[in-house]
């Protein structure tokens, strides 16, 4: 098995260890919720056509190619799950909006 050839230094080994002595064993696990972030190219768009052989592909496409639907989602242990669909982009315009003020 391979592995970072840093986790053999003496600081991260002790470092690993105080996490598996000491912080492990006082996580509730109910407290701890996972994000999992992903988004979904909104420009669906074909890359190829067909045309006869000896004739090119012309056609005019919207451009979208920096569109993107963004998705967020927590679980919990309970099963409890919580998506988030579409609200980075918002959040993320009015913080570069409010930064160039």
């Known amino acids: 098995m391979t592995y970072p050839k840093n986790q053999e230094r003496e600081d991260v080994v002790e ?5 598996k002595t ?10 701890i919720v996972p994000l999992d972030a ?4 909104l420009g669906y768009t ?6 006869p052989s ?4 012309n056609e005019g496409v919207v451009d979208v190619r920096f569109e ?6 927590t679980m919990r242990v309970s099963g409890e799950i919580v998506p988030i669909v579409g609200l980075l982009q918002k959040l993320c315009k009015v913080r570069i909006g409010h930064l160039k003020k």
């Not at 992903?38 to 190219?41: G, H, L, P, W």
Request: no cysteine; net charge positive; aromatic share 8%.
């Open 68 to 73: 993107r639907q963004s998705i967020l989602s």
């Open 22 to 31: 000491e912080v492990q064993p006082k996580l509730d696990i109910n407290r």
């Open 15 to 19: 470092s690993r260890e105080v996490w």
């Open 54 to 57: 000896d004739e090119r592909v």
């Open 38 to 41: 992903s988004s979904v190219n």
């Open 46 to 51: 074909r890359l190829y056509g067909w045309a």
